[in-house]
């Protein structure tokens, strides 16, 4: 798998490659009760060899790992300044 390049068309395999490598990301962050909370793809880095890294943890909490234990207060407003999803950008 070569490294991706800005606006390239990825093979199915590819693609399926990336969520998996994503998700065992997001395992190992839940595993030690991290939430990252600013998932996009400006925050996914692949490199040549096809490695997908998760990176900014700007955002990102610790939370308690059992109900009812004290915690951090999250903010429910989390946002990327200048951020829009591109479905507010296509909607006419």
């Not at 909370?37 to 996914?44: G, M, P």
């Amino acid at each position: 798998m070569q490294g991706a390049r800005a606006g390239a068309c990825f093979a199915v395999a590819d693609v399926k490659c990336y969520v998996k490598q994503l998700l065992k990301g997001l395992v190992s962050c839940h595993k030690v009760a991290v939430l990252h909370r600013d998932l996009k793809s400006a925050n996914l880095l692949v490199s040549r060899e096809g490695v997908l890294k998760i990176a900014d943890f700007g955002l990102s909490r610790k939370v308690a790992k059992k109900v009812g234990a004290a915690a951090e207060r999250l903010t429910p407003k989390v946002c990327t300044l200048w951020y829009r999803p591109p479905e507010l950008l296509m909607a006419g």
